[in-house]
């Protein structure tokens, strides 16, 4: 149980255009999301929380115009990135918290976005 | 605010051998603490996790953990090492508020080469 699934897998897109990606909780329902973005070599950096239903909690340096995040569902996040550049290649990961098990998150494989 | 911090960037260890990594917290309460592990373009997946109890906790894969709160480290164990375990370890830590993404924390990484 408790799988988390991003779609998609790797994107590439040109300059200027916007990608969506889609995090989905396939056997739970997630009241809460979190993405991160990993540059290479690093830790994984917090961008924001999504919470079902209200605007998602960016954290400080995060462009929300830049990174809109819909939790539309309890089972589904997207993380829209608008007039993507390429500084903004980056691997992107997703996370869910089930709301019977309070104190863990549930990531998903992740999705690696080049803008050329 | 809880930190993390892992001391070692880069292990290299012989396949076979004893393994370490090292993690410490700080965080006033106590903590949730976990270990991931990250293979080269994946997702993370859950090592092991202590909330309470016994203090040695075993996870998969072989591995274990040690939470010492006297020395507010979670270091990381396995006794023999083999080849498909060269990936990059994360500790994190998170709290009893966890509904917002800043509650939980995750360390630098330590990257695990493995010789053959």
């Known amino acids: 149980g408790a799988v988390v699934s991003q779609h998609p897998s790797r994107v590439i897109c040109k300059s200027g255009t916007s990608v969506k990606i889609e995090c989905r909780s396939l056997?739970?329902?997630?009241?809460?999301m979190f993405w991160y973005r990993q540059f290479p070599k690093k830790s994984l950096m917090l961008m924001a929380t999504?919470?079902?239903?209200?605007?998602?909690?960016?954290e400080q340096g995060v462009e929300k115009d830049k990174f809109l995040i819909n939790h539309a569902s309890l089972t589904l996040s997207t993380l829209t990135v608008t007039s993507a550049h390429p500084e903004d290649s980056s691997f992107y990961i997703c996370?869910?918290?089930?709301?019977?098990?309070?104190?863990?998150?549930?990531f998903g494989p992740g999705t690696r976005l080049t803008v050329t | 605010a809880q930190s993390v911090t892992q001391p070692d960037i880069h292990i290299t260890v012989s396949e076979g051998a004893s393994l370490e990594l090292r993690c410490n917290y700080s965080?006033?309460?106590?903590?949730?603490l976990f270990w991931y592990v990250q293979s080269p373009g994946q997702g993370l997946q859950l090592l092991l996790k202590?909330?309470?109890?016994?203090?040695l906790v075993q996870g998969i894969k072989g591995f274990e953990a040690e939470f010492k709160r006297s020395q507010s480290s979670f270091n990381l164990r396995k006794p023999s090492v083999h080849w498909s375990d060269a990936a990059e370890y994360f500790c994190?830590?998170?709290?009893?508020?966890?509904?917002?993404?800043?509650?939980?924390?995750f360390g630098p990484g330590t990257r695990l080469s493995v010789l053959p």
């Open positions: 965080y006033g309460a106590t903590p949730y």
């Open positions: 056997d739970f329902q997630a009241t809460t």
């Open positions: 202590y909330f309470s109890g016994d203090t």
């Open positions: 999504s919470n079902e239903g209200s605007k998602a909690t960016y």
């Open positions: 996370s869910a918290k089930a709301p019977s098990r309070e104190n863990e998150q549930y």
């Open positions: 994190a830590v998170g709290t009893a508020l966890y509904n917002y993404g800043q509650n939980f924390v």
